[in-house]
């Protein structure tokens, strides 16, 4: 009974084929939470895939009906051995964004696993399936090995976090006692690199809105009003270009966030981020000036345009546009005084004469609205969960303020009150919205030894301790 045995069992059922045979189980469920009529293999998911799985553990396991309409239910299994032990609570979720089946590769197949040398593809491998299906395994491991976990355990699965994790907080703030714990721990989201183990405290923030400009009810002929009407996708582009600067730079000052800190800039300075070999270049004079991309990414603000449309560009027509409408996203840290987003954005508009530009919500399926939120870079949980990740693999921990996405952190680090500890997965090249969603196998098999070392220690009562709830 030792922590290496635990680790070497680990690595074996991952040699053996195993992971990836349960991982093709899950996938194989199209729990896609961003369509309407996906409820059934939403609770599917968790009836056949996850409840039996912790039930086997010995969890008691108890699914919640999401209070929103139409939405997904969450699921909580618990393990309790002892009043004195510390509670950590998991946390992962079984939804997927769509399929795209169409837009896959040729033999590939989101809802079958399809191995490609390092690359494992299908939707949710990365995103979150393959995530907490690692995270599972090493409980299941270290339990196999000790006969107990030495610690008390809960872990929630939620079905609607593609879909901006509707009802979750309603869920929770109903059932405080049930979720209540002395630190959360879980894993989402890339690495900064796939080679390197990371941790991130905390995530950024993510405000969704349309920007419209309609003129006036249909087209007219180009040649015989072109110069007499305003054209609505020109006046949108003015618009946006007093927003941003040409290479990326915010320029509604309400939007930036407070100036980085030294603790901050000391923990970022030796990290790089590397999305593998088939990431995109960076941009080296993209975004805000005077800071690294690391900064960027992981302590700064991005505004992003995701779709500009007007006219009909499928089938451009010679006609001056009725409507021009762009959707678009930031990005904020905590710090980001997320109440006054929009008011900003309005006043900013109006400022510079762009009165007629309505702000308006985008389609539910659109619209991912997170608040930002962070642990303490000096938390204690943060040196130790690093130090446990260390032991195991003999690599220097990145430890990152905040992961460069958005998930709904607030509800572990602000509504349950819990330090905050994300240890991903994947890596930043996995096409996790996007067709050929794939995790690295190499990745994956560390992850397991990382996190069956990061459970069998959090049994060996040597953590930071008991929360005082």
């Given at each position: 009974m030792s922590r290496e045995a635990a680790i070497e069992g680990i690595a074996a059922y991952f040699d053996s084929g195993d992971y990836v045979a349960e991982l093709s189980e899950r996938v194989a469920i199209p729990s896609e939470s961003q369509k309407d009529d996906s409820q059934a293999d939403l609770r599917r998911y968790l009836d056949e895939a996850i409840q039996p799985a912790f039930e086997a553990m010995e969890f008691s396991c108890e699914i919640f009906d999401n209070p929103v309409d139409g939405k997904g239910p969450v699921l909580l299994a618990s393990r309790h051995e002892d009043d004195g032990l510390p509670t950590v609570l998991g946390y992962g979720h079984g939804d997927v964004v769509r399929g795209l089946e169409d837009q896959w590769l040729d033999g590939l197949n989101p809802w079958v696993t399809t191995q490609d040398g390092d690359k494992l593809y299908g939707r949710g491998t990365a995103d979150n399936k393959g995530q907490h299906t690692i995270n599972m395994a090493a409980i299941r491991q270290v339990l196999s090995v000790r006969g107990r976990l030495g610690f008390n355990c809960k872990f929630m699965v939620e079905m609607g976090e593609e879909a901006g994790s509707p009802g979750i907080f309603d869920v929770v703030e109903a059932n405080l006692e049930k979720f209540a714990a002395d630190v959360f721990i879980a894993s989402d989201g890339p690495r900064v690199s796939p080679e390197r183990p990371t941790i991130f405290l905390g995530a950024?923030?993510?405000?969704?809105?349309?920007?419209?400009?309609?003129?006036?009810?249909?087209?007219?002929?180009?040649?015989?009003?072109?110069?007499?009407?305003?054209?609505?996708?020109?006046?949108?582009?003015?618009?946006?270009?007093?927003?941003?600067?040409?290479?990326?730079?915010?320029?509604?000052?309400?939007?930036?966030?407070?100036?980085?800190?030294?603790?901050?800039?000391?923990?970022?300075?030796?990290?790089?981020?590397?999305?593998?070999?088939?990431?995109?270049?960076?941009?080296?004079?993209?975004?805000?000036?005077?800071?690294?991309p690391v900064e960027q990414v992981y302590a700064w603000n991005s505004f992003e345009v995701l779709t500009f449309r007007t006219g009909n560009p499928r089938q451009p027509v010679n006609a001056v546009p009725a409507e021009a409408r762009a959707h678009c996203q930031l990005r904020f840290v905590a710090g980001t005084d997320r109440d006054n987003i929009l008011p900003a954005l309005r006043k900013h508009l109006d400022e510079h004469g762009f009165e007629a530009i309505a702000i308006k919500p985008p389609p539910p399926e659109n619209a991912p609205d997170f608040n930002a939120s962070a642990t303490p870079p000096d938390d204690p949980w943060a040196a130790w969960t690093s130090e446990a990740m260390a032991r195991t693999t003999g690599k220097k921990t990145a430890v990152i303020p905040s992961l460069g996405g958005s998930i709904c952190n607030d509800l572990f680090n602000v509504t349950l009150g819990l330090p905050s500890i994300w240890i991903p997965h994947s890596y930043s090249a996995c096409s996790q919205h996007a067709p050929n969603e794939h995790i690295l196998l190499s990745e994956a098999r560390e992850a397991l030894t990382i996190m069956a070392g990061v459970y069998w220690d959090l049994g060996d009562g040597n953590t930071p301790g008991k929360k005082v709830h």
């Amino acid at each position: 009974m030792s922590r290496e045995a635990a680790i070497e069992g680990i690595a074996a059922y991952f040699d053996s084929g195993d992971y990836v045979a349960e991982l093709s189980e899950r996938v194989a469920i199209p729990s896609e939470s961003q369509k309407d009529d996906s409820q059934a293999d939403l609770r599917r998911y968790l009836d056949e895939a996850i409840q039996p799985a912790f039930e086997a553990m010995e969890f008691s396991c108890e699914i919640f009906d999401n209070p929103v309409d139409g939405k997904g239910p969450v699921l909580l299994a618990s393990r309790h051995e002892d009043d004195g032990l510390p509670t950590v609570l998991g946390y992962g979720h079984g939804d997927v964004v769509r399929g795209l089946e169409d837009q896959w590769l040729d033999g590939l197949n989101p809802w079958v696993t399809t191995q490609d040398g390092d690359k494992l593809y299908g939707r949710g491998t990365a995103d979150n399936k393959g995530q907490h299906t690692i995270n599972m395994a090493a409980i299941r491991q270290v339990l196999s090995v000790r006969g107990r976990l030495g610690f008390n355990c809960k872990f929630m699965v939620e079905m609607g976090e593609e879909a901006g994790s509707p009802g979750i907080f309603d869920v929770v703030e109903a059932n405080l006692e049930k979720f209540a714990a002395d630190v959360f721990i879980a894993s989402d989201g890339p690495r900064v690199s796939p080679e390197r183990p990371t941790i991130f405290l905390g995530a950024r923030g993510c405000r969704n809105f349309d920007l419209v400009l309609k003129c006036r009810d249909g087209g007219h002929h180009s040649g015989n009003w072109g110069g007499l009407l305003t054209n609505p996708g020109i006046v949108l582009s003015h618009a946006l270009k007093s927003i941003i600067s040409p290479t990326g730079q915010i320029l509604i000052k309400e939007w930036l966030p407070p100036p980085l800190s030294d603790a901050v800039r000391e923990a970022l300075a030796d990290i790089e981020i590397s999305g593998g070999d088939d990431a995109p270049e960076i941009d080296p004079v993209w975004g805000e000036p005077g800071l690294s991309p690391v900064e960027q990414v992981y302590a700064w603000n991005s505004f992003e345009v995701l779709t500009f449309r007007t006219g009909n560009p499928r089938q451009p027509v010679n006609a001056v546009p009725a409507e021009a409408r762009a959707h678009c996203q930031l990005r904020f840290v905590a710090g980001t005084d997320r109440d006054n987003i929009l008011p900003a954005l309005r006043k900013h508009l109006d400022e510079h004469g762009f009165e007629a530009i309505a702000i308006k919500p985008p389609p539910p399926e659109n619209a991912p609205d997170f608040n930002a939120s962070a642990t303490p870079p000096d938390d204690p949980w943060a040196a130790w969960t690093s130090e446990a990740m260390a032991r195991t693999t003999g690599k220097k921990t990145a430890v990152i303020p905040s992961l460069g996405g958005s998930i709904c952190n607030d509800l572990f680090n602000v509504t349950l009150g819990l330090p905050s500890i994300w240890i991903p997965h994947s890596y930043s090249a996995c096409s996790q919205h996007a067709p050929n969603e794939h995790i690295l196998l190499s990745e994956a098999r560390e992850a397991l030894t990382i996190m069956a070392g990061v459970y069998w220690d959090l049994g060996d009562g040597n953590t930071p301790g008991k929360k005082v709830h």
